[in-house]
RNA sequence: GCCACCGUAGCUCAGUGGUAGAGCACACCCUUGGUAAGGGUGAGGUCACGGGUUCAAGUCCCGUCGGUGGCUCCA
C-alpha cells in the first residue's frame, strides 16, 4: 500500500503497486492527459513506472502554445524524438548503424555509422521529416520491457552491433543489473532501441520537431576511432513552441560577432594574410584601446608595472620552459637562420633530422612566442630580487601566436595571433592568496563596468590519485585553499572541478557562452610552481638565503581578440559611448544648416569626443537610419531651429524618436562626463529623466 | 586535423549545361529636406583557384585554397 506525496505536500495512498500514469488519473483526467512522464523520488521516469513502496512523485506535463515546457518535459520530448528519428533514419537507409542517441541543450542528436554508399545531406532532411511525421501520426506508445544481464548481452550479441554489444557493456560496468529496450509499438513486431530510458506515453506526444544539421563525430569522441555521423534535430510540445525556438535562434544569429564586426567595420579576418589572423580596423581598434586603456588603469591601481617584450625569442628559451617540444603541434615553425640552413642543406640534412636537431639544441633557432611568461621571467631575472621587492608584478598586453587546428578557428574568438592582458606576478607562499585576490577583484571591477553578469567560474583542483602534478603537496594545498577562498570572496558561483588543475598548479577560469551557445573560455588565474624551479628563479629572504619564488598567471580577460569577439555579442555591437567607435554624429537637416553642423563636430571633438558629421545630400530620414544601424549613442539633429537657438536635437540609440533640443554646451558636458566616467547613458538620463532609462542596455 | 555543407559585384543573395543578375553600398545629376531608405543615370565580375568532361561549364567530375557547423584539440 504505497503512500504517494505530492509536490504540494499532500498524500495519497494506493492498493498494491501504481503508476504515475495510475496517479495521474487519480488527480483529474485533466492531468492524464497532458502527463508524458514523472519525477518519483527526485529520478526522471516513465508514466507506465512501477511504484510498488511510499514515493514522492511529481508528474511531468507537456504544456502548449506560450507557456514554455519544463527542461524535464522538453528532455522527455527530444529523448523520444531521437528514437522516432532514428527509425526514420533506419527505414530510408537499411544498413545504418546506430550509436547514441541522447537529448541536449536545445535539442537532441543521434550519432550513427553510415555504410559506405550512404551519404546523408541537408537535402534529405525533409525525407527524413516525412517519415518522422508519419511515424508520429500513427501515435504508436513507446513500450518498455527490461532482461537480465546475461539474456540482455545474449540478445545485443545476436544482434551484432558492436556499438550496441558496447553501450550495453558500458551499461553492464556502470553497474546496471538488466538492460533495457524500448520499442515504438510492440515489442517484436515493431522498431526499438537498447536505451535506459525514460520516454514519452507514445510517438504522437512529440508536438513538433525539425531536423537541424548534420555533422560528424568520433565514436567515444576519440579522433583515432571510428568516424560516424551524427543528425542533430529539435523538438518542442506543438509548433508555437518551435517557431519561437527558432526565431530565437535567427536574432541570436543577428548578435555574431562576425555578422555584427562585418556591418560596423570592426575587424576582417583576409586570406591574403592568413588563416586566424586578425586585422584590426580602425573602428575596432579604437574599442580595443579604449578597453586596454581602462584594463591598464585597473592594473597600475594593483600596483602592476607595465613591460614590452619582442614576437620571438630563441628556441632555448623555450627548450628551458618546456613548451617547446611539448608544444610543437600548435606552434609555428621554428625560424633558422639563413645561413644555418644552407649549411645543413649541403649536408644533406633530411627534414625528420632538423626536427630532431632542433629538439636536442644542436640547431638553435627562434620561435614565434607561443607564451610571454618566458620573457617575464627573464625580466624578474635580471635584477636580483629582495624578499622586500615582492611581489613583481608585471604586465603586457603581450602577443602570442598558436598554431591551432584549421578546423577550430572561429572569427575572433579562436585565432591563431592573439593579444593577451597578460600578467605574471612574483610572490612569497604565503603571498598567492591575497594576489590571487587582486586577480579577481580586478575581473569583478572590469565585468561589472561592462554590465556581465553572465559568465561561470571554474576552479581547477589537482586529482588527489595523481601523481602528475609538480610541487609539494603542502604548497599545493595552501594554493588550492587560495583559490576556492579568492572565489568564494568574490561573491559569484563557482564550480570546484578536481582533476582540472594544470600540473604545475590550481587555476581560475572564466567561461562565458557565445551568440550560438558555445562555451569559450576568457580569463584565467594559474598558480604556478613549475616555471620558477625551471628557470631557477629566486629572492634573498629575511633569513638571508635564496628562496624560490611561486609564479601567478594570469590573463582576466583572455586574449583581446575573445573578450572584443564576446563583447561585440554582449552589447549585439551597441557599446557604451566611451568604447564606441563613433560616440555622437551630427546629422545636419539639409545642406543649409551645414554651417552649423560644423559647428557643432568641431565643439564636440574639442572636448576629444569622437564625433563625424553626415555630409552625404541625403534626407534626414536616410541619415537617421544610416547612423542608427551603425549602432552610434547619440545622433545630434541640426537644422535651423537649432541654429538659432544654439541647441542640438537628441537621438539615443535604441531609443528610435526625437528626445527634444538641448543646448550645445549642456549636452557636450554630459556626454563628455559619460565618456570620462565609462558609463552607459548616463548623459541620456541626466538630459531626459523621461527617456527609457534602460533603453541603450 | 576529421566529416558534411558552402564559395557569383564592396555587402546580402538569385541564377534550368546555351549572352553574368537583383537589392544595398559607391560615383554623378536632380532634389534643400526636422527623425529608420526622395528620384534618376552610371560604374562595378578571371562566377575562389587549377585541371577534366562537353559543340558549349557559374552550373557536371577531380584536386587545391578558403569559410561555416559539428567532432577532436586548446600550455
Redesign the pocket.
Given at each position: 500500500m504505497p503512500t504517494i506525496t505530492l509536490p504540494d505536500g499532500s498524500a495519497r495512498e494506493y492498493e498494491g503497486p501504481t503508476t504515475p500514469a495510475q496517479v495521474a488519473e487519480s488527480i483529474g483526467p485533466g492531468l492524464a492527459q497532458s502527463a508524458i512522464g514523472a519525477r518519483v523520488d527526485g529520478e526522471l521516469v516513465d508514466l507506465q513506472h512501477s511504484i510498488t513502496e511510499d514515493a514522492s512523485i511529481a508528474i511531468i506535463t507537456a504544456r502548449k502554445g506560450e507557456s514554455e515546457s519544463s527542461d524535464d518535459a522538453l528532455w522527455l520530448i527530444r529523448h523520444s524524438a531521437a528514437h522516432v528519428m532514428a527509425e526514420a533514419i533506419e527505414r530510408l537507409w537499411p544498413g545504418v548503424q546506430l550509436v547514441y542517441g541522447p537529448p541536449v541543450d536545445g535539442g537532441f542528436y543521434y550519432d550513427m555509422h553510415l555504410p559506405d554508399d550512404v551519404?546523408i545531406?541537408?537535402d534529405d532532411f525533409s525525407r527524413i521529416e516525412e517519415e518522422m511525421k508519419s511515424i508520429i501520426s500513427e501515435n504508436r506508445p513507446f513500450t518498455r520491457y527490461n532482461l537480465d544481464v546475461t539474456e540482455g548481452m545474449k540478445k545485443v550479441e545476436g544482434e551484432g552491433s558492436k556499438y550496441k554489444i558496447d553501450n550495453a557493456q558500458r551499461a553492464i560496468d556502470a553497474g546496471s543489473d538488466e538492460l533495457s529496450w524500448y520499442a515504438t509499438g510492440t515489442p517484436g513486431e515493431n522498431w526499438e532501441d537498447l536505451c535506459r530510458g525514460p520516454h514519452v506515453p507514445a510517438t504522437g506526444r512529440i508536438g513538433a520537431f525539425k531536423i537541424m544539421?548534420?555533422?560528424?563525430?568520433?565514436w567515444h569522441?576519440?579522433?583515432k576511432s571510428d568516424?560516424l555521423?551524427?543528425v542533430y534535430g529539435t523538438a518542442f510540445t506543438d509548433r508555437k513552441q518551435l517557431k519561437r525556438h527558432l526565431h530565437q535562434l535567427e536574432e541570436a544569429r543577428k548578435r555574431?560577432h562576425?555578422v555584427i564586426g562585418?556591418q560596423l567595420g570592426l575587424f576582417t579576418?583576409d586570406?591574403a594574410v592568413g588563416?586566424?589572423l586578425v586585422l584590426w580596423k580602425p573602428a575596432g581598434s579604437i574599442v580595443r584601446q579604449e578597453l586596454q586603456d581602462f584594463i591598464s588603469t585597473h592594473t597600475r591601481r594593483q600596483g602592476y608595472d607595465q613591460v614590452f617584450t619582442p614576437h620571438i625569442g630563441r628556441l632555448e628559451l623555450y627548450r628551458t620552459s618546456g613548451?617547446f617540444p611539448?608544444?610543437q603541434d600548435?606552434?609555428y615553425p621554428p625560424i633558422i637562420e639563413r645561413d644555418q640552413l644552407s649549411t645543413l642543406a649541403a649536408e644533406g640534412c633530411t627534414c625528420g633530422e632538423l626536427a630532431n636537431r632542433l629538439e636536442t639544441g644542436e640547431v638553435e633557432g627562434y620561435l614565434l612566442k607561443?607564451?610571454n611568461c618566458p620573457h617575464h621571467i627573464r625580466i624578474y631575472a635580471s635584477e636580483q630580487r629582495s624578499y622586500r621587492d615582492l611581489p613583481v608584478r608585471l604586465a603586457e598586453f603581450g602577443t602570442v601566436y598558436?598554431?591551432?587546428?584549421?578546423?577550430?578557428?572561429?572569427?575572433m574568438l579562436?585565432v591563431r595571433g592573439f593579444t593577451q592582458d597578460d600578467g605574471h606576478l612574483f610572490c612569497t607562499p604565503d603571498q598567492i592568496g591575497q594576489e590571487v585576490m587582486g586577480c579577481l577583484e580586478l575581473v569583478k571591477v572590469i565585468f561589472e563596468t561592462l554590465g556581465m553578469q553572465n559568465y561561470r567560474v571554474r576552479v581547477g583542483l589537482r586529482d588527489p590519485d595523481s601523481a602528475k602534478y609538480v610541487g609539494d603537496p603542502e604548497n599545493w594545498a595552501l594554493a588550492e585553499a587560495a583559490c576556492v577562498e579568492a572565489a568564494e570572496k568574490m561573491g559569484v558561483d563557482f564550480e570546484s572541478e578536481p582533476g582540472e588543475a594544470?600540473f604545475y598548479g590550481p587555476k581560475i577560469d572564466f567561461v562565458v557562452r557565445d551568440a550560438?551557445?558555445?562555451d569559450w573560455?576568457l580569463g584565467t588565474v594559474?598558480v604556478d610552481y613549475n616555471l620558477p624551479e625551471r628557470f631557477d628563479l629566486s629572492y634573498i629572504g629575511a633569513d638571508n638565503a635564496a628562496h624560490r619564488p611561486v609564479m601567478i598567471?594570469r590573463a582576466p580577460f583572455g586574449s583581446m581578440e575573445r573578450f572584443i569577439g564576446f563583447l561585440i555579442e554582449h552589447y549585439a555591437g551597441a557599446f557604451p559611448a566611451w568604447l564606441s567607435p563613433e560616440q555622437v554624429r551630427v546629422l545636419p537637416?539639409?545642406?543649409?544648416?551645414m554651417d552649423y553642423a560644423r559647428t557643432v563636430e568641431a565643439k564636440l571633438r574639442e572636448h576629444d569626443l569622437r564625433a563625424k558629421l553626415d555630409t552625404?545630400?541625403?534626407?534626414?530620414?536616410?541619415k537617421?537610419?544610416?547612423a542608427?544601424?551603425l549602432k552610434i549613442p547619440y545622433?545630434l539633429?541640426?537644422?535651423?531651429?537649432?541654429?538659432e537657438n544654439q541647441t542640438v536635437?537628441?537621438?539615443a540609440h535604441g531609443i528610435?524618436?526625437?528626445l527634444g533640443?538641448v543646448g550645445l554646451d549642456e549636452f557636450t558636458t554630459a556626454l563628455a562626463e559619460e565618456v570620462s566616467s565609462r558609463s552607459h547613458g548616463t548623459a541620456l538620463r541626466q538630459l531626459f529623466p523621461d527617456a527609457a532609462p534602460d533603453a541603450t542596455e
Open positions: 551519404k545531406s541537408s544539421n548534420i555533422a560528424a563525430s568520433y569522441g576519440d579522433s568516424q555521423a551524427r555574431d562576425r562585418k579576418i586570406d588563416q586566424g613548451h611539448y608544444y600548435s606552434q607561443p607564451m598558436r598554431h591551432e587546428q584549421s578546423g577550430e578557428l572561429s572569427g579562436r594544470a550560438i551557445g558555445r573560455q594559474q598567471h537637416v539639409s545642406e543649409k544648416s552625404r545630400d541625403e534626407r534626414l530620414n536616410s537617421v537610419r544610416a542608427a544601424e545622433l539633429v541640426v537644422g535651423p531651429r537649432d541654429a536635437s537628441v537621438r528610435e524618436k526625437d533640443a
